[in-house]
């Protein structure tokens, strides 16, 4: 009888929360094909121990193109590994999220500029992703862990280099919007004057990172 009802809470822990996979190593976690292009750590899930953030990269050759002037280009595309770290077992690991391909190449063309740089970093426990494009700005999506997964708590845009010209900032907990405009047409870099305004938005559900298939892809001029 009590192994009977051992069984039926694990299967029911298992339908409700979905299965946490575990391993004590972090090569374990890759799929095959991928190696590691850049790792950080910080703490995520707010525990105290340090968590594991991995950008991985796919290694199919076919992907690795010759450009005319640019010569040997790598194509594949970059995704993420989010690990949490057993606050009582150092050598263990849990996956908390993973999207394979969800960032493109490093490589991509840029056009008559080069192409936005990505940047993940771990910000007050949050997880950031940071796409820098120098003199035409950058744009930002800060990821809490909440709700069994990274879900997409804001969006900040900046456009203009060093001298900035507007301004967005979205926050998806409160539903409310920011954007400021600069008027000052002689701002030489850091006298700009901005007009400010807000205004609420509608989201049924927010994002989550493990739900999102193309960064270049998504939409926030919408809310």
């Known amino acids: 009888m009590k192994k009977i009802l051992t069984i039926l809470i694990m299967t029911l822990t298992t339908t409700l929360f979905g299965q946490v996979e575990q391993k004590s190593d972090f090569f374990d976690f890759f799929p095959k094909g991928y190696v590691i292009f850049e790792q950080i750590k910080g703490d995520l899930n707010k525990d105290g121990v340090d968590d594991y953030v991995f950008i991985i990269k796919g290694t199919n050759k076919s992907k690795i ?11 594949n595309r970059r995704g993420i590994i989010v690990l949490f770290s057993k606050k009582n077992d150092k050598n263990s690991y849990e ?6 391909n969800c960032f493109s190449s490093e490589n991509e063309d840029g056009g008559v500029y080069f192409a936005p740089e990505l940047s993940v970093k771990i910000m007050k426990g949050n997880l950031s992703i940071l796409y820098g494009h120098g003199r035409y700005g950058s744009w930002e999506y800060t990821f809490r862990y909440q709700n069994a997964g990274f879900e997409l708590i804001g969006y900040d845009n900046t456009n203009g280099g060093a001298v900035v010209s507007s301004q967005v900032s979205i926050n998806f907990s409160t539903k409310k919007k920011q954007e400021k405009v600069n008027t000052n047409e002689n701002a ?8 400010e305004t807000w205004k609420n938005i509608t989201i049924n559900k927010l994002f989550k990172l493990q739900e999102i298939k ?8 919408i809310y």
């Open 188 to 195: 030489q870099g850091g006298d700009e004057v901005f007009k």
């Open 95 to 100: 996956l908390a999220a993973k999207n394979y």
């Open 214 to 221: 193309d960064f270049d892809t998504l939409d926030m001029s």
């Open 65 to 75: 193109i010759t450009d005319q002037s640019r010569g040997k280009l790598d194509r």
